[in-house]
Every structure is written in C-alpha cells, then in structure tokens.
Nanobody
Framework: QVQLVESGGGLVQAGGSLRLSCAAS????????MGWFRQAPGKEREFVAV????????DYADSVKGRFTISRDNAKNTVYLQMNSLRSEDTAVYYC????????????????WGQGTQVTVSS
C-alpha cells in the first residue's frame, strides 16, 4: 500500500524557515514527479512546487519563487520543501503528492497524496 507521510510543519515567526519532508513507502517514485500543494482555511488547494523524477527539473508557484526550494533524495524515496522568508500568507496545510508522469501544477496527475502537515506563520 502506497503511503506518503509529511513531517516538519509547525509554528514559525514571519521571516523564519521550515523544512518539510515527505517520505514515501509502498513503491518507488524515482521515475515520477513529486510535488507540494497547500490549502489555507476557506481557500482551494493550490500548487506550491513540483520536481521531476531525476530532480533535474522543477517548477514553482510565483508566490514562492525565490523563497522555497524543492528537492528529492531518491535513495530515501523522500521529497523536501525548504521554506525561507516565510510570510503569514504561507499559513496552510501542506500536502505532498507523488506519481505524476510530468511536472503537473494542477494536481490532477498525482495518484498518491499525504495527509498533510500544518504550517503556521505568525506575524
């Protein structure tokens, strides 16, 4: 059974940093894209970042470009999201996704999703 488990969320002050991790089990995703999405209270889920299977290609939402960095370690079947210069508007539940054939910003191509980790940025 495929499982994605996120960790690293928490409460941080504006301007601070957090590093999210997502460990996959049940199958290897080294040939598939993995990504991060987020959903704030009362808002729809939105794309944050995505990375190709090899890690050689990435894409980011405009709102996080220059502040967030997505990376992966295929030996550990894990994807990371380094978040710097956090803002109050980054407050959301962050979800890891895996299994897309290409860089997918819509989320529709991802077959596996984690349960989410809460990130709260205080101003």
């Amino acid at each position: 059974q495929v499982q994605l488990v996120e960790s690293g969320g928490g409460l941080v002050q504006a301007g601070g940093s957090l590093r999210l991790s997502c460990a996959a089990s049940g199958r290897t995703f080294s040939s598939s894209a993995m990504g991060w999405f987020r959903q704030a209270p009362g808002k729809e889920r939105e794309f944050v970042a995505v990375i190709s299977g090899s890690g050689g290609s990435t894409d980011y939402a405009d709102s996080v470009k220059g502040r967030f960095t997505i990376s992966r370690d295929n030996a550990k079947n894990t994807v990371y999201l380094q978040m710097n210069s956090l803002r109050s508007e980054d407050t959301a539940v962050y979800y890891c996704a895996a299994g897309a054939a290409a860089l997918d910003c819509s989320g529709s191509q991802f077959g596996a999703w984690g349960q989410g980790t809460q990130v709260t940025v205080s101003s």
